[in-house]
Each structure stands twice: as C-alpha cells, then as structure tokens.
C-alpha cells in the first residue's frame, strides 16, 4: 500500500469509528489499555510546569492526563488529523476545563512545531497508523529538546509460543467480529489487525528510535509484549 493510500485508508477509519473508540478500547483490549497507560505516566514523572506534546492524541485521554501532570502553569498539546477524534477530545476538555490543554489539527508526519519546543513527547497507539514510522520518530525526536523524552506505548509482537498464537488469532478474527457486533465496523476492525500485526517487534523499535537520533532508550513489555514501552532520551 502507497504512502497516500494508508493515510487515507486510517484516516477514514477514524472519522468513521469516533462514537464507539472509547468504548470499543475498553472492551478489545479487556480494560488492559488503561493501566498501561498509568504505568507509562509512572515512569514519565512528568513535572509541574513542562510542556508536553501528544501525537495522534485521538479522544484526548493521554493528553488530558498530561494535562493534569503538568497543572496550570504547564503547557500540553494534542495533535491528531481526525476533526471528528478530536471533536471527543474537545468535549472532554470542556467538561474538565484544563486551560493547559490546547487540541491541533495536524499531521504526525510534518509536525507544525519549531526544533525543541517540548520537554516531553508522546504517541499512543498512533505509530503504527501513520505512513511511515521513521519520519514520525524523527518528527517528535526534532520537536522535543535536549534531555526530553519521547515516549511511544503501542501493540507489539508477544514471544511466548502458543500465547503468540492465541493472540493473533484473537487480533485476526475475534477483533473485527467484535468491532462488526459493537460498531458495525468489520472493515475498520480489521485494519486495526492489519496494522498491529505489520508493526515491528520491541527490539526493532528500539533500534528504530536509536537511528531516529535517541542516544537512551529504555523499553517494557505489557502483558506478555501485546503491548511496549519505548522511551527515548534526547
Ligand atoms: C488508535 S488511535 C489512538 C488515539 C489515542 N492516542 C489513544 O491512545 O487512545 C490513532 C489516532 O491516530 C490518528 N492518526 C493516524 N495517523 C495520523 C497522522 N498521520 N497524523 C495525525 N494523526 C494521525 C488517528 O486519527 C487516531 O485518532
């Protein structure tokens, strides 16, 4: 697939799934996500005050927890290209009213910020949607400053054999029956297979985010390496 046609292809899928992605995270990933998320927030020990940059930020949910981190002498972004993800996001701003928070209309693959403007930059389940992995890392590596981190959570490719199995299977056929039942989306469900099972295990991510330009990267696995951590340092 073109460049052009997986951009377009993800970025129908989410103007289409916006209603149900909330609800469908919760349920195709068991509620998984959501601790997966504190976890990576632990490790980030994200100050008062710093600024923050979060990619692909969807319904807003790890901007909106950034948001909180930093308080209201910081400064978070979230950038998606999906007017109608952000459309969620923008109601859960309002509900929570966090001035801090300011919601961009943008493309990961040319970021619309100057060279080392946030302290911390993060993607969450946005790598492996956008058309090229390494134009992206070297975006957010170019926006976030020296001694800044950035921090990707995303599927990834479990070892263990027979659990390996298991897990493709259930990404392959259960997902996408799921996501016809609950969202009457089999065709976007089955992208989310797709794309989850042509991205690239946690040790070739990590070697991706050393020739982006990170001279640190630590990575954890989430139960059972269904879901990694990489964390780079500028
Ligand atoms: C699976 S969702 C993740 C949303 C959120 N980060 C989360 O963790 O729930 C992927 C998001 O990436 C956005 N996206 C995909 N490709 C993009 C691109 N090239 N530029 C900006 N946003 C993109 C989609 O619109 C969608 O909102």
């Given amino acids: 697939m073109s460049e052009r046609s997986k951009e377009e292809r993800v970025h129908h899928v989410f103007e289409k799934i916006y209603t149900k992605y909330d609800s469908m995270n919760s349920i195709i990933s068991f509620q998984r996500h959501k601790s ?10 994200v100050r008062e005050g710093a600024s923050a940059l979060d990619v692909c930020c969807g319904t807003g949910d790890w901007a909106i927890s950034l948001a909180e981190a930093v308080g209201e002498n910081g400064k978070v972004v979230g950038l998606d290209f999906s007017q109608n993800m ?11 009213s966090l001035d801090q928070l300011e919601l961009v209309h943008g493309n990961a693959m040319e970021l619309p910020f100057a060279d080392n403007s946030f302290d911390y930059v993060t993607i969450g389940f946005g ?11 070297k975006e957010m590596y170019r926006v976030v400053r020296p001694g800044g981190l950035v921090v990707c959570l995303e599927t990834s490719q479990p070892t263990l054999i027979g659990y390996r ?15 016809r039942l609950m969202a009457k989306s089999y065709k976007e469900y089955a992208w989310l297979n797709e794309s989850a099972r042509n991205f690239p295990d946690k040790d070739t991510l990590k070697r991706m985010f050393y020739n982006a330009g990170f001279s640190t990267v630590h990575v954890k696995s989430y139960t059972g390496g269904v879901a990694a951590m990489h964390m780079g340092i500028k």
């Fill in 36 to 45: 997966w998320r504190k976890d990576v927030m632990k490790k980030m020990k």
């Fill in 86 to 96: 952000l459309s969620v996001a923008k109601e859960k701003k309002e509900r929570s």
């Fill in 127 to 137: 790598l492996r949607n956008v058309p090229d992995y390494m134009t992206v890392l």
């Fill in 165 to 179: 199995q298991l897990y493709y299977f259930y990404f392959r056929f259960i997902m996408p029956a799921i996501g």
